[in-house]
Nanobody, 130 residues
Framework: QVQVVESGGGVVQAGGSLRLSCTVS????????MGWFRQAPGKEREGVSC????????AYADSVKGRFTISRDNANNTLYLQMNSLKPEDTAIYYC???????????????????????WGQGTQVTVSS
């Protein structure tokens, strides 16, 4: 049984930082590209970032480029999202997901969402206050 569990969310002031973590079990973590998605109240889920299985390729949504950094620790089956210079518009539930289509990461994977990513966590809330 595959389990995807996010952690690290919370409340932070604008300009602050948070680091999200995602631990995965029940699959061979280093065989999968991974991604972060988010959904704000009243909005559709959007892709934030992805990373290929060996960390060779990464991609980011334009809205987070230069502020967020995705990384992974294959030895510990963990995915990270370092979020700096947070803005109120970053407020959302953040989801971690495993790409069950292929091991690469391309920008359009972030738009395809569930067409690429087959395993999802329950999400962690990030709230940025102004």
């Amino acid at each position: 049984q595959v389990q995807v569990v996010e952690s690290g969310g919370g409340v932070v002031q604008a300009g602050g930082s948070l680091r999200l973590s995602c631990t995965v079990s029940g699959l061979r973590f280093d065989d999968y590209a991974m991604g972060w998605f988010r959904q704000a109240p009243g909005k559709e889920r959007e892709g934030v970032s992805c990373i290929s299985w060996r960390s060779v390729s990464t991609a980011y949504a334009d809205s987070v480029k230069g502020r967020f950094t995705i990384s992974r620790d294959n030895a510990n089956n963990t995915l990270y999202l370092q979020m700096n210079s947070l803005k109120p518009e970053d407020t959302a539930i953040y989801y971690c997901a495993a790409n069950t289509y292929y091991t690469d990461c391309k920008a359009y994977d972030l738009r395809l969402g569930r067409e690429r990513f087959g395993y999802w966590g329950q999400g962690t809330q990030v709230t940025v206050s102004s």
